[in-house]
């Protein structure tokens, strides 16, 4: 999907200077196999994840981000914990940091696919065998695997 409208209407406006966002993560399970997508723009594979439109609620965003992105229908389960990423820089010049609210869901129906022009590819793995992950969507799922209860927050 390309870059939301409100974020092109503020970009006009102030150019590249460092914008702050919101954002999503979701760690989607399907029995013991976790979804995956392999990003487009630079070969990672990552968590679904994306940017929160205005006054849209978070655990919306992650529903649609995997469904938009994966052909996936999830049920968003838990809130695993709230984070900050570091600056990002994208290839035209942008930046941005972001408010990053993590999620839980599990698979209720569809099969992973790609779904849209942002990813190359998609789908689930066991944990032992899935590929490496960048550092916070590791952290995602590790706060997934854990038993303790309530959210966790950065520190």
Known sequence: ??????ITHLRQRIGHE????SGVK???FQDSRVLL??????????LPAGIIDPGEEPSHTAHREVLEETGVECE????LGVGVTAPTVYPNGDHAR???VV??????SGDAKVNDDENLEVGYFELADRPELPPLHERAVQW?????PGGYFAS
Not at 1 to 6: D, G, L, V, W
Not at 103 to 108: D, L, N
């Open 1 to 6: 999907m390309a870059t939301p409208e409100f």
């Open 37 to 46: 997508v392999r990003r487009a723009d630079n070969g990672q594979w990552t």
């Open 18 to 21: 460092p914008l702050w966002l």
């Open 103 to 108: 999620f839980k869901a599990r698979h209720v």
């Open 76 to 79: 968003i389960t838990d809130l």
């Open 144 to 148: 997934a695997l854990s038993p303790r």
């Open 26 to 28: 979701v760690v989607v």
């Open 98 to 100: 972001y408010l990053d």
